[in-house]
């Protein structure tokens, strides 16, 4: 049973920095990438960035120059430092992890950008 749990979103004013944490637990694990999605209210699920196995990196280009991911193989984590925070980045940030051709997602969690 594979679990993934976020941490660090919450209320920020635009210009803002959040990092989040996405933590995996579960026996034998060894992820292909881990990524981060969110979904606005209203609105689907986006993709914002993933990171591989072997480091590379992709962005939405709506995040590319402000959000930064990372990961730590070794924690099955991994990271995503937002800055310069906007208020349409105001979603529910979900972290997903892929194995074997299977896709596991975390609970979310909230983000709000707002003055």
């Known amino acids: 049973q594979v679990q993934l749990v976020e941490s660090g979103g919450g209320l920020v004013q635009p210009g803002g920095s959040l990092r989040l944490s996405c933590a995996a637990s579960?026996?034998?694990?060894?992820?292909?990438?881990m990524g981060w999605y969110r979904q606005a209210a209203g609105k689907q699920r986006e993709f914002v960035a993933d990171i591989a196995r072997d480091g590379r990196t992709y962005y939405a280009d709506s995040v590319k120059g402000r959000f930064a991911i990372s990961g730590d193989n070794a924690k099955n984590a991994v990271y995503l430092q937002m800055n310069s925070l906007k208020p349409e980045d105001t979603a529910v940030y979900y972290c997903k992890a892929v194995s074997g051709g299977s896709g596991y997602w975390g609970q979310g969690t909230q983000v709000t950008v707002s003055s």
């Open positions: 579960g026996s034998g694990l060894r992820f292909s990438g």
